[in-house]
C-alpha cells in the first residue's frame, strides 16, 4: 500500500530520499507521484491534515522492494489513478536510476490522461 502525504510532508521525505545514498537504500526504491487530488477527502498519513479533493494537491509514495524493477515496466498506476485521476502531476523515482522508466512512465500518464479526458467529453 502506498502513503499519501500533504506537501509539507512530502518535502521532508523527498529530502530524505533525496539525501540517502545509492547503498542505503539496500535495492529499495521509492516511487513519489505527485497530483491534484481527485477523490477523497483523505488524511495525509503523517501529520492526519486533511486533502481535499479538486482542491489539494498530495504526493502518494510508494516504496518498491528490492527485485521489483524487473516489473518495473508493467508498473500501472493503479493507485495513483485512483487518488489522482486524470491529473498525476509530476513523478519521481528515488533509489534506483532509471531514467528510461521514468520517461515511458510520464508519456504513457500524459497519454491515458488524454484519452481519459476525450472519453468524459463523449
Ligand atoms: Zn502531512
Known sequence: MPYLYCTDCAKKHRERFAAKTKESWEGEAALVVKGKLTSGPWLCDSCNKGLNRGRDSAY???????????DLQ?????????YFKPSVKNVELFGWDRED??????????????????????
Not at 509514495?61 to 524487473?70: D, E, I, N, R
Not at 522508466?101 to 463523449?122: P, R
Open 101 to 122: 522508466f521514468l520517461h515511458d512512465w510520464t508519456e504513457n500518464i500524459k497519454a491515458a490522461e488524454y484519452a481519459e479526458e476525450e472519453d468524459e467529453d463523449e
Open 74 to 82: 508493467y508498473y500501472d498506476f493503479a493507485y495513483e489513478r485512483r
Open 60 to 70: 502518494l509514495v510508494q516504496y518498491l522492494s528490492p527485485g521489483a524493477t524487473t
